[in-house]
T-cell receptor, first 117, second 118 residues
């Protein structure tokens, strides 16, 4: 069972809506990630938070806004999305430096299916 | 830049048989980690196995084992006694020890879709 929990599992939103995806991890990890995955493709990195600070933004459009309220929580705020943004959004976490041999290992949640209509 | 190549888009294996999925990678780094992730139709990305580059011994996890050839930059996954539940997309992935803060960046291959049949 995954220890990275994502809600909601499915979301349908209109192009003018504002919604949020939520992620929580219970492993004490210090790095958290958002990935976007289209059908039959590998995940693409969007954002990385390290110690609650945004450390990587892979040139993601501003209609996606990440937030890390604390070391266990990660949100992705969505506004004015386009139909091509429909995808599976995966949250993930890793222990990071000091995590020994498992520090680099990234663990994924079950994902949130997003459909933009 | 690192690249990961999976040359087998689809594979099929009968239940109880053994199958090997191929992965090659390219990097100039000496220290790095390699992973195989499994993504069943439910779409959750599940870690199957991990290999540290500095370890010569191949990693094993129950029915899953790897053949890690560092000089050849090859990292294949062997699944023994295949089960219907092994049906999934399998991604090979790479990360080096170049941290940004405490985080890692994964480079994925394009995936191999494995179908286990009766």
């Amino acid at each position: 069972d995954t220890e990275v929990t994502q809600t909601p599992k499915h979301l349908v939103m209109g192009m003018t809506n504002k919604k949020s995806l939520k992620c929580e991890q219970h492993m004490g990890h210090r790095a958290m990630y958002w990935y976007k995955q289209k059908a039959k493709k590998p995940p693409e990195l969007m954002f990385v938070y390290s110690y609650e600070k945004l450390s990587i933004n892979e040139s993601v459009p501003s209609r996606f806004s990440p937030e890390c309220p604390n070391s266990s929580l990660l949100n992705l705020h969505l506004h004015a999305l386009q139909p091509e943004d429909s995808a599976l959004y995966l949250c993930a976490s890793s222990q990071g430096l000091g995590g020994g041999r498992t520090g680099n290992t990234i663990y994924f949640g079950e994902g949130s299916w997003l459909t933009v209509v | 830049a690192q690249t990961v190549t999976q040359s087998q888009p689809e594979m099929s294996v009968q239940e109880a048989e053994t199958v090997t999925l191929s992965c090659t990678y390219d990097t100039s780094e000496n220290n790095y980690y390699l992973f195989w992730y499994k993504q069943p139709p439910s779409r959750q990305m599940i870690l199957v196995i991990r290999q540290e580059a500095y370890k010569q011994q191949n990693a094993t996890e129950n029915r899953f084992s790897v053949n890690f050839q560092k000089a050849a930059k090859s990292f294949s996954l062997k699944i023994s006694d295949s089960q219907l539940g092994d049906t999934a997309m399998y991604f090979c992935a790479f990360t080096d020890l170049t941290y940004t803060g405490t985080a890692s960046k994964l480079t994925f291959g394009t995936g191999t879709r494995l179908q286990v049949t009766l």
